[in-house]
């Protein structure tokens, strides 16, 4: 089995490539910008919020479900955040919140999927409507400012750490048990199981409903680290935030090799898929590129990388 | 709602006592003045344009999209916060959307209702032309906000901002500005870039920097009006660019997150143009301790102005101080440069 699992680490390879050569034509046409200290820690600071999002919908998409809110959920949980910035309300209390709403929306998810047989993608869907319109009720369409130095400060170079800044460490951190948790917990096993076949894994005694539940609370939880994140990279709280991130996540995470039908995930497969987003981005910004060209290239690549994929995993 | 009740009720007391102050000036003005010859004329102009009396009672439907954005939400905050203040206005607003087949069904209901007159802020101008053809043909005038139809033959009049002069007027003001400095740099952070409205923008930001041949533009990114993007975009342009003069800034919703990227790159050797005219900017502007030095307007006053001709037409009025019978078939904004010298005056027009 472990034997197996390390063939289809392997297949990260493919995406190791696409990354390698990205960095390639990055240092070849703009050698001093792309690979200067400040620019590598920028791809990072701008992958960790989808990040952080994409190993929760991992998670999800192995169970053999999907979360297509996690962007409402991203921006609803910003919003709520920021308004308490208003308030006297410091770091603590904003983080907090932020992660609160996060865990309720996964709630409410997991409730109606587990229990309520809601089909995920309907769930979430519903999830993602009223969310956002949810966000844009609290915030009332305004862009909410954060005044809180704290959390400001959070995303000035002063706070870097041995030049690492914090959200990247947040965003490494999450990869890091992420990892673990599915690759070396009970959890993690039950979570591959239901996403492969989730009768048998009942059968073989798995409360599929308690592990789906908390498969979408993981998820939300996610998304309320995500949007604390957001919050202190951009500084405020607008029911925009989080805009496509079902889609980049979902897009990431079947990149990085994780079966949309389940029974098959890989974090470190997901966090080379955000990177590899976050690195054409860039690249195409140094090259002065216009978001038209950056849009075709992001599709083009997000089918070269399955059709290679899929070109590996099919004798 | 006790803050606006207190509010008006604060505002009425305060007309009221304008109001005395007013008749006792025109009694006083009346005793003294010997000129009175043209004073037939004047009230008959007065009784031909709109005014701030009451007169025949109007009711006007207001179908604007979906306010998810500092500029919209102003826009439609306007449009109430000025129906309010007339009481002859009965304002009949429906839910914002984006969602063009949902916005047509919304003007469909209002025409349905047969309100006097309709203000239509299309989500797309183009997509809405038939639905404004259908309202003038139902004999319902109707004031196109902003965006505007495709054909002249959907609106009576049509009020909105100038994107092409916003530009221009950014262009210049930084063409000013650099004006002695040799191979100066200037680079554009853009606003969506599949709506027209951006590329009008960016038009004539190119064509007025046409007249300063020491600059060029060497970058330009599009993000897409939020301070999420605004902050991903910036943080790229900031480093594909590591020197240039000065930015120009489509709009000050995504500026905000434009500001956050350059404090966190620690830059402040250019000067910024905002867009737009969010008070947040202006406060910036005033404070001067940022590298934001001006905003080009795209005030969201048109839509208090847009009701107040939709009253003029409701009531067969024309504008006064205009010399016209009838209200104007197309009005232009202008796009005002806000700078540390005249903020002060723009302050109150600022959006949150």
Known sequence: ?315 | MRYAKSSSATTSRRNLLLGTAAAGAMFAAGCTSNENNDDGDNAKQAANTANDKPGKAVTIGFAGPQADHGWLNAINEQAKRRAKEYKDVTLEATEGSNDTAQQIGQIETLINKKVDVLVILPADGKALTQVGLKAMRAGIPVVNLDRIFASPQAYRCWIGGDNYGMGLNAGRYIGEQLKGKKNAKVIELAGIDNLELTRQRTEGFNDALKNYPNIKKVGRQAAEFTVESGQAKMAQLLQAHSDFDALWNHDDDQGVGAERAIKQAGRDDFLMVGGAGAKHAMDAIKAGNSVLKATVLYPPTMAASAIDLARALGQGKGVGGLAELEIPASLTLYSAVVTKDNVDEYLPTGFS
């Open chain 1, 1 to 315: 089995m472990s034997r197996l699992r390390r063939l289809a680490d392997l297949r990260n390879l493919s995406l190791v490539g696409v990354l390698a050569v990205l960095i390639a034509v990055g240092g070849f046409t703009k050698p001093d910008e792309f690979l200067s200290t400040d620019n590598l820690q920028l791809v990072l600071t701008q992958a960790s919020v989808i990040g952080v999002v994409t190993v929760g919908v991992t998670f999800v998409i192995t169970s053999g479900g999907i979360d297509l809110s996690v962007g409402a959920i991203v921006a609803l949980a910003s919003v709520w955040a920021t308004t308490l910035a208003t308030q006297d309300y410091g770091l603590g209390g904003i983080l907090l919140c932020a992660v609160l709403v996060g865990l309720g929306c996964g709630l409410v998810n997991g409730v109606l999927i587990a229990y309520g047989g809601m089909v995920p993608f309907i769930a979430t869907l519903a999830m993602l409507a009223s969310g956002r319109g949810l966000a844009l009720q609290i915030s009332d369409g305004k862009t909410q400012v954060v005044t809180v130095n704290q959390v400001l400060d959070l995303g000035l170079p002063d706070a870097y750490v041995l030049g690492i800044p914090p959200l990247v460490m947040i965003f490494a951190a999450v990869t890091v048990v992420g990892w673990l948790v599915l690759n070396r917990t009970t959890f993690g096993r039950r979570t591959v199981a239901i996403g492969g076949n989730a009768e048998a894994a009942r059968l073989a005694g798995i409360d599929v409903r308690r592990q789906r539940l908390m498969l979408y609370l993981l998820s939300g939880l996610c998304c309320g680290v995500a949007a604390f994140m957001l919050v202190v990279l951009t500084g405020s709280g607008q029911n925009t935030n989080g805009n496509l991130y079902e889609l980049d996540a979902i897009a990431a995470a079947i990149i990085g090799g994780t079966l949309l039908s389940g029974g098959r995930g890989t974090i470190t497969g997901s966090v080379l898929g955000v990177l590899v987003f976050t690195t054409i981005t860039n690249l195409f910004a140094l090259n002065n590129l216009q978001s038209d060209v950056q849009q075709i290239a992001k599709g083009a690549i997000i089918v070269a990388a399955v059709l290679v994929q899929k070109g590996r995993s099919t004798p």
